[in-house]
T-cell receptor
C-alpha cells in the first residue's frame, strides 16, 4: 500500500528552528508537496520538490531525497503565526496526490 | 471573489436530512476535487472531476453524490448520512488532473456535523 509518515505533533519556541520530517512509500514518485493549514482554514501551498536537494523560500526550506523516500520542511526564525498543521503529500505514478495525516506545530513564546 | 469558495462553512444535519455543499473556483482551472478531512487522519480523496467529467471515485458510499455542472462549480449532495460522516469537507481545484506539478488550491471547507 501507499503510505506517508510524519510526526503527529511538535512543539518549538518562538525564534527557534524546527524540522518536520516526512517519509513516504508510494507506487512511483512525481513530486512532493508541503502545505500549511491553520485551524479552521484551507490548506495553502508552501513548497514543491521533484529533484533531490534543498529548495529555499524565505524562512521556509524543503529538502528531498528520492533514494531514501524522505523529505523535511525546515522553518527558521519561528513566529507565533507559524502555529499550524503541516501536510506532506506525494504525487504517485498515476499523478494522484497521497497525503500524510499532518504535523501539528505548536509555537511557544 | 478570488480563489476557491465553499458554502456553507458550517452545517448540522440529521441522519434523514438532504443537504448540498457548494464549491466555486475563480481560477480558470479544469479539475476539481472533493476531500474529506477527519481529525488526525490523512486527507481522503472522494471525487475528481476533469472538465466536468468524473475521473475518480474512491469507493465513496452512495449517500454522497457529486455534481459538476461546469468547470467552475462543484456540488456534493448529501442524504441519509451517518454520524461517522461528520468531518471537514474540502473542495480543491487545479489546472489539470495530471502532470508532475499539479498544485491544488483549496477552499476553506465545510464543517459538517451529523446528529
Amino acid at each position: 500500500g501507499q503510505n506517508i509518515d510524519q510526526p503527529t505533533e511538535m512543539t518549538a519556541t518562538e525564534g527557534a528552528i524546527v524540522q518536520i520530517n516526512c517519509t513516504y512509500q508510494t507506487s512511483g514518485f512525481n513530486g512532493l508537496f508541503w502545505y500549511q493549514q491553520h485551524a479552521g482554514e484551507a490548506p495553502t501551498f508552501l513548497s514543491y520538490n521533484v529533484l533531490d536537494g534543498l529548495e529555499e523560500k524565505g524562512r521556509f526550506s524543503s529538502f528531498l531525497s528520492r533514494s531514501k523516500g524522505y523529505s523535511y520542511l525546515l522553518l527558521k526564525e519561528l513566529q507565533m503565526k507559524d502555529s499550524a498543521s503541516y501536510l506532506c503529500a506525494v504525487t504517485d505514478s498515476n499523478y494522484q496526490l497521497i497525503w500524510g495525516a499532518g504535523t501539528k506545530l505548536i509555537i511557544k513564546p | 471573489e478570488t480563489g476557491v469558495t465553499q458554502t456553507p462553512r458550517h452545517l448540522v444535519m440529521g441522519m434523514t436530512n438532504k443537504k448540498s455543499l457548494k464549491c466555486e473556483q475563480h481560477l480558470g482551472h479544469n479539475a476539481m476535487y472533493w476531500y474529506k478531512q477527519s481529525a488526525k487522519k490523512p486527507l481522503e480523496l472522494m471525487f475528481v472531476y476533469s472538465l466536468e467529467e468524473r475521473v475518480e471515485n474512491n469507493s465513496v458510499p452512495s449517500r454522497f453524490s457529486p455534481e459538476c455542472p461546469n468547470s467552475s462549480h462543484l456540488f456534493l449532495h448529501l442524504h441519509t448520512l451517518q454520524p461517522e460522516d461528520s468531518a471537514l469537507y474540502l473542495c480543491a481545484s487545479s489546472e489539470e488532473t495530471s502532470g508532475n506539478y499539479n498544485e491544488q488550491f483549496f477552499g476553506p471547507g465545510t464543517r459538517l456535523t451529523v446528529l
